[in-house]
């Protein structure tokens, strides 16, 4: 009950982490629409990892899902394991391509995931007592 209340808490500090962020990616170099088509359908390994005032990583999610989405608004996902949506903050150069190869994921019920298109990692660093500067 304790580690699901923690695994809960720490979501939220993602999720309030993903949104600074994304407001901060709001003047980042976005493609034109026509591009952004090319990206729907395609599966995306996000990494996303907390780091301490030391740089120390202390909470690292992983997530995969296919994109449905892209706007000026974010990057949008399809999450594999739970069909539920999740955006990414809208910086398509963000987007590497994958190699090809099995990757074994640490979090959710897909514990693995063969040739994704893309990967994506994202840093979130703490600032005094929370988690609001990115990169």
């Known amino acids: 009950m304790v580690a699901k ?32 088509k090319k990206y729907i359908g395609k599966t995306v390994i996000a990494g996303i990892n907390l ?29 594999q394991d739970t069909n539920k949506e999740f955006s990414l903050p809208p910086n398509l150069t963000a987007l590497k391509v994958a190699m090809r190869g099995i990757y074994n994921l640490k979090n959710g019920d897909v514990k693995s995931i063969e040739n994704p298109d893309y990967t994506i990692i994202y840093d979130v660093h703490q600032t005094k007592n929370n988690y609001m500067s990115c990169f």
């Open 5 to 36: 209340m923690l695994f809960n808490f720490k979501m939220q500090i993602l999720r309030i982490s993903l949104f600074v962020l994304t407001i901060v990616l709001c003047t980042a170099s976005f493609a034109h629409p026509q591009s952004e």
């Open 51 to 79: 780091r301490d005032k030391n740089n120390n990583i202390v909470f690292s999610y992983q997530i995969t899902g296919k994109i449905i989405k892209v706007n000026s608004n974010g990057i949008f996902l399809r999450i």
